[in-house]
């Protein structure tokens, strides 16, 4: 069974085989065939998502099963194609493979969804879904830390804090929030007032003291 | 004439015991207290990491179920030490802010974005350090596992913010 040209020079496209007229024509007939389009595109978003989520070297799975099946496939094409080129056979054949474009397909979906859900955190811990520093300096990266049964949200390029500052701690027990004025007043162990978190017209907080407490 | 006066005498007493004639006003009622729906609750704290023992002398102990938290911060911080600096059980209310000011240097304010799919709370939160948000984020936080800030440098350590759904 003949592989069809399409898919070897879709193969040759995406690997990067091609030469400057190859690669011209080609394109061309990207643009003219919204299917063929499609399969590329397919093609190199999964080995984005497969570069991305997968080491550079991984086992295959039966790897031994899996040489042999493909080794006789390879001599079944030779015997009966009776080829007698004496092209170096690469890793890369297995590409031209009948119908290993859908079979990769599915391979890899299968592959990227499971190192997907490997690199998931437990159900039961916390996620961080999304991250945003407005300051350019500042780096936010996160992760789950199995060991501490926590989720980590890292915050680097900070500037650090002058070593003379004071920083004060509160006990807050409860809140009573007033949304007639937008402030809430924050009580300490003993129901007296340690703060008000109020908002100025920019909308940032201010935070007001109160003289007994300790800051 | 002495049965007579002490007639008038008894009519007196009465008219004076009479109470005036403006109507006594009713009896105050205590206004309503509307708690506000909440969709948990989180206690935050400021930690200080640090390898020098008592650097600040700070007395704060985390509540008991989170009695290994030092422990816990030791598995991701490589700091000996652990101080809580200040620390703050607040209600997440569910239509409006809330703040979780452990101390005035550094604070969150999280808005709840409801429960979560598999238990927790989807929350919106702005840390802050002063006048300046340092980072914002979407974050499902689920009980028993809390959410470490590693904050900015401080002396020979590390301030960290921990935020737990109790």
């Known amino acids: ?215 | 004439m002495k049965s007579l006066l002490s007639i008038a005498l008894f009519s007196m007493t009465l008219i004076a015991s009479v109470p005036a004639q403006t109507p006594a006003p009713p009896p105050t009622q205590p206004l309503p207290v509307v708690k506000p729906a909440t969709d948990g609750k989180v206690w935050g704290a400021l930690v200080f990491a640090t390898n020098e023992e008592t650097s600040t002398h700070s007395t704060e102990k985390p509540p008991a179920n989170l009695a290994d938290l030092p422990k816990r911060l030791g598995k991701v911080f490589a700091y000996k030490h652990y101080e809580i600096l200040g620390q703050h059980l607040q209600d997440v209310f569910r239509e409006y802010e809330s703040w979780v000011v452990p101390s005035k240097d550094l604070f969150l304010k999280v808005d709840s974005k409801g429960p979560a799919e598999g238990g927790g709370v989807n929350l919106h939160l702005q840390f802050w350090r002063d006048q300046q948000v340092l980072v914002k984020t979407d974050a499902v936080l689920r009980s028993g596992s809390p959410l470490f800030i590693g904050g900015p440098k401080w002396r020979d350590g590390q301030l960290i913010f921990v935020l737990v759904l109790q």
């Open chain 1, 1 to 215: 069974m003949k592989t069809p040209p399409e898919d070897h020079d879709l193969i040759r496209w995406l690997d990067g085989e091609m030469n400057a007229a190859e690669r011209e024509r080609f394109t061309s007939r990207l643009d003219a065939d919204p299917a063929l389009k499609a399969e590329a595109d397919l093609m190199q978003r999964l080995s984005t998502d497969l570069r991305a989520n997968l080491p550079a070297e991984m086992p295959v799975p039966f790897g031994d099963f899996f040489n042999s099946q493909i080794q006789v496939r390879i001599a079944q094409e030779e015997l009966s194609e009776n080829a007698g080129s004496t092209k170096q056979a690469s890793w890369l054949d297995w590409f031209r493979l009948p119908g290993f474009a859908t079979i990769s397909t599915v391979v890899a979906a299968v592959i990227v969804a499971g190192v997907m859900i490997l690199q998931q955190p437990p159900t039961a811990a916390s996620v961080v879904l999304s991250t945003y520093a407005p300051s350019q300096g500042v780096q936010v990266s996160s992760y789950h830390s199995t060991d501490a049964h926590a989720t980590v949200l890292m915050l680097t390029g900070l500037e650090d804090v002058p070593a003379d500052r004071k920083i004060v701690g509160y006990h807050i027990e409860r809140s009573e929030t007033d949304q007639a004025v937008a402030a809430t007043t924050l009580y300490g162990e003993r129901g007296e007032v340690v703060l008000v978190v109020a908002k100025d017209a920019r909308n940032q907080p201010r935070l007001l003291a109160a003289a007994n407490s300790r800051g």
